[in-house]
């Protein structure tokens, strides 16, 4: 069982997680609440299991907040991260979790499907960074997640979600080289196989996820945000424009 690391080494600081209502994006909240920043989620529908985050938040005696906001949205998206900053007083750490996972042949994939996905994934991800720096200063994180597939594709039908997430990588490398004069840092964590509503541990395709494994397991989501809260602290201040993976050896 994974534990999470009390500390409080992001006392004072704000962060805001997109997508923060559950799986990989509401352990990240949890983890950077206990070690001790104000968080705001995002949540796109289920308002009772983004207040449970919140109330996980403020159980650690960090400030918590739920904002609605769809993240193919621009406007909605700008608009969460302007109210971040304005309850909190400054916006310190940006984490770009919000996904989906499209699947199956790219023969059927819709003109429709592409520009949701690329909404979410690429075009959100930028106008939520862009928004961020106008509060950002020296010392500001931008994280985002990506995944395992953008550098290989072991398996068919994730052609689409491969696509949008290798996007990521180029816009990290890219970002950093634009931020770092002003000391801000910018990377993408990409997961392996991590047991979320989106892809439980016990799904139709696990055992194949499971074998492509180096360990031969799923990942938990803490495991994930640990990686995430590293970069956030302190001790990932010299790390930036990199692609870290989290996965289990799953590209190895």
Known sequence: ????????????????????????????????????????????????????????????????????????????????????????????ILVNNAGIFPYGPPEEVTIAEIDHTLDIHVKGVFVASQAALSHMGNGGRIISIGSCFATRVPFAGVTLYSMSKSALIGFTKGLARDVGPRGITVNVVDPGPTDTDMNPSDGPNADN??????????????????MVAYLAGPGGGYVTGASLAVDGGSNA
Do not use: C, H, W
């Open 209 to 226: 996820s499971r074998a492509l494994s180096s360990l031969g397991r799923y990942g938990a989501p803490d495991e994930i945000a640990a």
């Open 1 to 92: 069982m994974f534990e999470t690391e009390t500390t409080q080494e992001l006392q004072g600081k704000a962060a805001l997680v997109t997508g923060g209502s559950r799986g990989i994006g509401a352990a990240i909240a949890r983890q950077l609440a206990a070690r001790g920043a104000n968080v705001a989620i995002t949540y796109a529908a289920n308002a009772p299991k983004a207040e449970d985050v919140v109330k996980e938040i403020e159980s650690v005696g960090s400030r918590g907040l739920a904002i609605k906001a769809d993240s193919a949205d621009p406007r909605a998206i700008t608009a969460a991260v302007n109210s971040a900053a304005k309850t909190f007083g400054g916006l310190d």
